[in-house]
């Protein structure tokens, strides 16, 4: 159950945080094959995260 709930919180902390990493991606411009590749990486990453932090209790009022 700790675990768990460890993981979830990872998951919903790296949802929120992670489009700021976007921004130097997008800034220095997807010009190439390997930045097309870390930019659908990190939309990846954002979305699982996304889906394993969505319970996170401490997101709620």
Do not use: E, K, N
């Not at 768990?4 to 991606?25: E, K, N, Q």
């Not at 097309?36 to 394993?52: I, K, M, Q, R």
């Amino acid at each position: 159950m700790h675990l768990s709930h460890s993981v979830t919180a990872v998951g919903f902390w790296l949802g929120t945080i992670l489009p700021v990493v976007y921004l130097p991606v997008v800034i220095s411009g997807i010009d190439s094959i390997s930045r097309l590749s870390l930019f659908v990486g990190l939309l990846t990453v954002h979305a699982l995260a996304l889906v394993v932090g969505h319970d996170y209790a401490g997101s709620r009022t």
